[in-house]
C-alpha cells in the first residue's frame, strides 16, 4: 500500500532537477516535566508514504530515482532496558521494505551522496536540518500541497483499512445503545465504547470523543464525560477508533429512557431528513458547500414547520438564522486523520458567511474521496440568547418556544461516506430511524 503511495507522490513532481523529499516521523512525547510518555501516534504523512509506526524515524524519497531511504534511530542498553527488544537494520528491512535503511547519524551523509538541488520538506523544523549547507534550497509549500493531493483519494487499501475501523465502530455503537438506561454516567458510554475497540485490536482512538447529555449535547467539541444522564433527555456521541491509522467518526444522538418524545422526535426527524438527503445526493461533481446548503435548508423548514422559526424560508436562509442552529459545517475528508487533508485545495478560500465558514471542505467530489455527513441542530444559549435581543434575528424567531427548548441540547447524526463512481457508499451501519433505536434499547 505505501508503495502506491509514495509512487503517487512522485508523479505530482518534476523530474527535472535532482530533488528529495524528506520527512519526519513523529517523537515520543512526555507529559510535562515527567517522564511519563504520552501514548505514541505517529505523523500521518510520514505514516502515508512509509507504513512506519514507530517513533524517531525519518526518511527520504529521491524523485529521479524513486528509491525510499529510511533513517532509524541507533538505540542503547538503556533503551532495550526499559522499552524491549531493540531492531537491527535488517529488522527494519525485513518489516518495512525500504530500497535503504541507514541510522539517523547518516543522514547528513547521505543526502551529501544524493547532492540534492532542491530538498521538499514539510515545516521550518525540517527545513532547519539542512541550514548546515547555505546553497541547498528547501521548499514545504509544494511538498504540503503534493501530499493532500494524494491523500484525499483514497486506494482500495486504504478503503479497505476505513471499512474495518467503521465495522468495529459500527459494534461499538450498538453496544452502547443497548446498554443504555437512565442515570448512568457519560463516561460510562465511553467506558462500554472503548472496550469493544480494543477488544477487537482498536488501541487508538481517532480523536477525542464527545459523549454528550442533555444540555452537555449542545457543545460542539464536548469531552468532560462527567454528567449523570437523566430521564427525558438524549444522549449524543460522536467517537471513533483508528485501525492501522485509519480512522471511523460517527455521531448517534438517542433518548436516554428509550423513547423519544414529541419535540426530540420532531427535530430528530427534522435533522434525519436532512442527511438522508444529502447522502442520497452524493456523487462525483457534487460540491460540499452545495451539500451544506442543502442540508441547512431542509432543517430551517423543519423548524419552520415546528413553528421555532418564523417567516418564508428563503428569508430566513438570506438571514442566516440556519447558522444560528446548525453552527458548524456539514462534514469534512476522512482518512489517516478525522479531519483529513485535501478540504481546501490552493486558492480555494472558506465562504465568509455563518456557519458555512466552519465547513472543513469545499471542492467538487471525486470517486475515491471519503467525507462525513453530519448535520445538526442545537440550542446553543450563547447564540441565541444574543439573537433574541436582536430586531434584525428575534423577528425570525418564536421567542417562547425557544425559551422552552433553551436546555434542550442538540441532535447531530453523522456517517462516514465513500464517493464511488455511481454514487457512495455508507460505511455506517447502526441504526438511525427512531423506531430502530428504541427497538434496539428495548426498555
Not at 457534487?286 to 423543519?302: I, K, P
Not at 475515491?368 to 436582536?390: D, Q
Request: glycine content about 6%.
Amino acid at each position: 500500500m505505501h508503495y502506491k503511495h509514495r509512487s503517487k507522490l512522485y508523479s505530482l513532481f518534476s523530474q527535472t532537477q535532482q530533488s528529495i523529499i524528506f520527512l519526519e516521523g513523529a517523537k515520543i512525547m512526555y507529559r510535562y516535566q515527567t517522564d511519563y510518555e504520552f501514548a505514541f501516534r505517529q505523523e500521518s504523512n510520514f505514516w502515508y508514504v512509509s507504513g512506519v509506526n514507530e517513533p524517531d524515524c525519518a526518511a527520504i524519497l529521491d524523485i529521479d530515482s524513486k528509491e525510499f531511504h529510511l533513517f532509524v534511530p541507533k538505540r542503547d542498553v538503556q533503551y532495550a532496558v526499559w522499552h524491549g527488544y531493540v531492531k537491527s537494520l535488517d529488522q527494519y528491512q525485513s518489516e518495512y521494505s525500504p530500497d535503504h535503511v541507514h541510522y539517523m547519524d547518516e543522514l547528513h551523509e547521505v543526502v551529501k551522496k544524493l547532492k540534492p538541488s532542491i530538498v521538499f520538506c514539510l515545516n521550518e523544523s525540517s527545513q532547519e536540518r539542512f541550514s548546515y549547507e547555505p546553497e541547498l534550497t528547501t521548499n514545504s509549500e509544494a511538498l504540503i500541497e503534493a501530499l493532500n493531493d494524494a491523500r484525499v483519494i483514497k486506494t482500495e487499501e486504504e478503503l479497505e483499512c476505513l471499512r474495518i475501523a467503521s465495522q468495529v465502530n459500527n459494534e461499538a455503537y450498538k453496544r452502547v445503545i443497548e446498554s443504555w438506561k437512565p442515570g448512568m454516567y457519560e463516561y460510562q458510554a465511553k467506558a462500554i465504547f472503548t472496550e469493544v475497540q480494543i477488544s477487537n485490536g482498536l488501541q487508538q482512538d481517532a480523536y477525542n470523543g464527545i459523549y454528550a447529555s442533555g444540555p452537555n449535547s449542545a457543545i460542539l467539541h464536548y469531552v468532560s464525560n462527567t454528567r449523570q444522564t437523566q430521564d427525558g433527555e438524549l444522549l449524543l456521541i460522536d467517537a471513533g477508533f483508528e485501525y492501522q491509522g485509519y480512522a471511523a467518526d460517527f455521531s448517534r444522538t438517542f433518548p436516554v429512557n428509550g423513547r423519544f418524545s414529541a419535540d426530540q422526535a420532531a427535530l430528530y426527524d427534522t435533522v434525519l431528513t436532512a442527511q438522508k438527503q444529502v447522502i442520497e445526493a452524493i456523487k462525483p461533481g457534487v460540491r460540499m458547500e452545495d451539500l451544506h446548503m442543502m442540508s441547512a435548508s431542509t432543517m430551517m423548514e423543519g423548524l419552520l414547520d415546528m413553528g421555532i422559526v418564523k417567516g418564508s424560508l428563503n428569508s430566513i436562509m438570506e438571514a442566516n438564522i440556519f447558522a444560528l442552529f446548525f453552527p458548524h459545517g456539514l462534514g469534512h475528508f476522512l482518512g489517516l486523520d478525522t479531519h483529513d487533508v485535501g478540504g481546501y485545495p490552493k486558492g480555494m478560500e472558506r465562504i465568509d458567511r455563518p456557519g458555512i465558514f466552519y465547513l472543513r471542505a469545499r471542492r467538487e467530489l471525486e470517486v475515491g474521496m471519503v467525507v462525513t455527513v453530519e448535520p445538526g441542530i442545537y440550542f446553543i444559549p450563547a447564540l441565541l440568547e444574543p439573537a433574541l435581543k436582536n430586531p434584525s434575528k428575534q423577528m425570525f424567531l418564536n421567542t417562547e418556544k425557544i425559551h422552552q427548548l433553551m436546555d434542550f441540547g442538540g441532535i447531530r447524526i453523522e456517517d462516514d461516506i465513500v464517493v464511488t463512481e455511481n454514487g457512495y457508499e455508507n460505511l455506517t451501519h447502526i441504526a438511525k430511524e427512531r423506531d430502530e433505536i428504541e427497538r434496539l434499547m428495548n426498555i
